[in-house]
C-alpha cells in the first residue's frame, strides 16, 4: 500500500506564489514518474507537471514558465513551486505517482488533493 500526502494550498491573490509538497510512503522501491494535476470546479482533471526518476520535467502550456515540479528521490518526495498565481490556477491540486512496490508491479497512486485558491 502506498500513500500520497498533500500539502501546502491556500488563499492567495493575483500574483502570488504557493508551494506544494507531496510525500509518499509504503513499501516503495521504485517512483518512476511523479505527477501534479488539478481540478477547477466543473472541469475536468488536467495534467499540470510530471517529473520522471531522472528529472525530466514536463509541463502545461497553460504554466509553462510560472511552475516548477522538483522531487527528491531519496525522501520520496515532489514538490510543485507556483509563481505569478492567476484566477484560472484555482482549483483541487492533486500528487499522482507510478510507483512499484515491494509487492505490487507498478501502479498508479492518487493523493487526496489540496485547494488552491487565486481571488483577483
Known amino acids: 500500500q502506498v500513500s500520497l500526502v498533500e500539502s501546502g494550498g491556500g488563499s492567495v491573490q493575483t500574483g502570488g506564489s504557493l508551494r506544494l509538497s507531496c510525500a509518499a510512503s509504503?513499501?516503495?522501491?521504485?517512483?518512476?514518474?511523479m505527477r501534479w494535476y488539478r481540478q477547477a470546479r466543473g472541469n475536468q482533471r488536467e495534467l499540470v507537471a510530471s517529473?520522471?526518476?531522472?528529472?525530466?520535467?514536463a509541463y502545461a502550456d497553460s504554466v509553462k514558465g510560472r511552475f516548477t515540479i522538483s522531487r527528491n528521490n531519496a525522501q520520496s518526495t515532489a514538490a510543485l513551486q507556483m509563481n505569478s498565481l492567476k484566477p484560472e490556477d484555482t482549483g483541487v491540486y492533486y500528487c499522482n505517482a507510478d510507483v512499484l512496490t515491494a509487492t505490487m508491479p507498478s501502479s498508479e497512486y492518487w493523493g487526496q488533493g489540496t485547494q488552491v485558491t487565486v481571488s483577483s
Open positions: 509504503g513499501r516503495i522501491l521504485v517512483i518512476n514518474v
Open positions: 517529473m520522471t526518476s531522472k528529472g525530466v520535467a
